[in-house]
């Protein structure tokens, strides 16, 4: 069984270094505290697959070209990342990008009631993830209320990007969630064991 912990990107896993709310420059990026720790950690046992809704292409603050290298340098950043999903758009499509490839395309999947939407909350991307790898034991990261729902879309198991960074921030004593749902103490409990 393959297991797979995707990670939301902004607020999650990177953060500008210019204090911009949005990455709009590829370069503007840099590791959250406690982030590098937990995919290395993550890594040992899990796919660790990125997942990014990327706005801005829509709203016209950055090129498709731009986002493109702006997910090769959080390849870069994070090497134990296989792959970033990223939603352009407004969810009738995404790419998956891997080191050394071609950014590929993919249509919204289909699940048979209808389209489901790449960008977040919808889980399309983590369904065409699930196309190959499966979502058998799978987790999702994030620090907005949309990942937690993707993840809830998706069937799998939710934990706030607080909570997460704490476990692998030095000095940390404790956790605070922060998102609108207290966490479910059980999958809280599970996930301080993995």
């Not at 937690?148 to 605070?176: D, N, R």
Request: a negative charge; glycine letters at 10%; hydrophobic letters at 40%.
């Amino acid at each position: 069984m393959t297991r797979i912990f995707f990670f939301d990107l902004d607020g999650t896993l990177r953060q500008t270094k210019s204090g911009a709310t949005f990455i709009n420059d590829p370069t503007d990026q840099q590791p959250i505290a406690g982030a590098k720790e937990a995919i290395a950690h993550y890594s040992n046992n899990f796919i660790c697959i990125g997942i990014t809704n990327q706005g801005g292409v829509t709203g016209g603050h950055k090129s498709i070209e731009s986002a493109i290298t702006e997910q090769r340098i959080t390849l870069e950043l994070f090497p134990e990342l296989s792959e970033i999903f990223f939603c352009p758009n407004w969810g009738e499509s995404c790419y998956q990008l891997s080191r050394g490839n071609k950014a590929l395309p993919f249509s919204a999947p289909n699940n048979g009631g209808g389209q489901v939407s790449c960008r977040k909350p919808g889980h399309g991307m983590l369904l065409i993830a699930s196309q190959t790898f499966g979502l058998d034991d799978a987790w999702m990261a994030g620090d907005r209320p949309e990942d937690e729902q993707c993840a809830a879309a998706a069937g799998i198991k939710f934990i706030p990007a607080a909570v997460m960074l704490a476990k692998f921030t030095p000095g940390m004593s404790e956790i605070a969630c922060t998102h609108t749902d207290p966490t479910d103490p059980n999958v809280l409990l599970e996930f301080l064991a993995l």
